[in-house]
């Protein structure tokens, strides 16, 4: 029969402070007095939860926050295997770093529109996730706040949020679609890197530049909008997308980044507009389909191995400068059975 405990059963209420909250739980915990509970009911005199406060709760499957809390510490419920549902009521308005890290069994949560602040990793591994609502109170979206939610598809981002954060949606491998606000100008390293799921995306014309790994290993991602804001293409931002067939890439572009494009398979042409100057190193190392690319003249520097092993190019279109480095940018090819275009 499931358990129902009141917390401040477990002292008398003039002793229940809030500074004394977490030290409380742990103590009737070691006890056994409520360590089994399902269901836990914080009273109304708590204002707020602190640090580690039901930290590795494993057999808490509901609890019941009153309105009186306005904020929730750093892993106040992480590792709360068996919670499967939480009411965040519209008091709090600060949501710390690993709030609910590893609640594997969470299915949904409610974000109200009083928060302000969402902390790092504050929902990361929460692999039953599947639907998230963001209020548009929140303006950043931090450091691997859904990271690892597997079961999520969708997630829409409100108008508020200006940055995306490092790693904020890496491997959600269900997420199938993400809305990216005309608001956002920032998306960090990794931020849907291994989103295997992920099939289009269309970045704001807000973005000015794609960060490191920012869509590394998105398998089935088959097309992209590049906005003509956008100046720079980070280190292995595409890398690994094997589903993508083609790339426009706006005349905002000045450099691409080493590894962009390695090992995208499916890529069968590219454009590069003639305001790139640089072309890192093994930037489209392994795009095997790639039958023919043209380097503007506008480009100065060109990466080892740029383009090693793209097996299927048939003609080269490249400025005359770059005769001497032909071995190493185009390494493993037979070049001798390449068209090859001097410019």
């Not at 499957?61 to 939480?86: E, M």
């Not at 906005?227 to 589903?243: E, H, K, L, M, Y």
């Not at 090693?308 to 770059?322: D, Q, T």
């Amino acid at each position: 029969m499931e358990i129902i405990y009141e917390l401040k059963n477990l002292i008398p209420k003039k002793d229940f402070k809030d500074g004394l909250f977490d030290l409380v739980f742990k103590e009737a915990k070691h006890k056994n007095e409520v360590g089994n509970n399902k269901y836990i009911q914080i009273p109304p005199s708590v204002t707020s939860i602190r640090y580690d406060a039901f930290l590795n709760c494993n057999s808490l499957t509901s609890i019941t926050i009153p309105s009186s809390v306005t904020s929730i510490g750093d892993r106040a419920f992480a590792n709360c295997n068996g919670l499967t549902f939480i009411s965040i009521p519209s008091s709090v308005t600060s949501i710390k770093d690993d709030a609910f890290l590893n609640c594997t069994s969470l299915t949904s949560i409610t974000i109200p529109s009083s928060v302000t602040s969402i902390g790092l990793c504050a929902f990361a591994y929460c692999n039953s996730l599947s639907s998230i609502s963001i209020p548009s109170s929140v303006t950043c979206i931090g450091t691997y706040v859904f990271a690892n939610c597997n079961s999520l598809t969708s997630i829409k981002i409100p108008s508020s949020v200006t940055s995306i954060g490092h790693v904020a949606f890496a491997h959600c491998k269900s997420l199938k679609s993400i809305t990216i606000p005309s608001s956002v100008t920032f998306i960090g390293y990794g931020a849907f890197a291994n989103c295997n799921s992920l099939t289009s995306i269309k970045i704001p014309s807000s973005v000015t530049s794609i960060g490191l790994c920012a869509f590394e290993n998105c398998n089935s991602l088959i097309s992209i909008t590049i906005p003509s804001s956008v100046t720079s293409i980070g280190d292995r931002a595409f890398a690994n997308c094997n589903g993508l067939t083609f790339i426009s890439i706006p005349s905002s572009v000045t450099s691409i980044g080493d590894w962009a494009f390695t090992h995208c398979k499916s890529l069968k042409s590219i454009t590069i507009p003639s305001s790139v100057t640089s072309i890192g190193e093994y930037t489209f190392w392994n795009c095997s389909s790639l039958s023919s690319i043209t380097i503007p003249s506008s480009v100065t520097c060109i990466g080892d191995r740029a383009f090693y092993n793209c097996s299927s190019l048939s003609s080269i279109y490249i400025p005359k400068k770059f005769v001497s480095d032909m071995n190493t940018i185009f390494k493993n090819l037979d070049l001798l059975n390449i068209e090859i275009t001097y410019i």
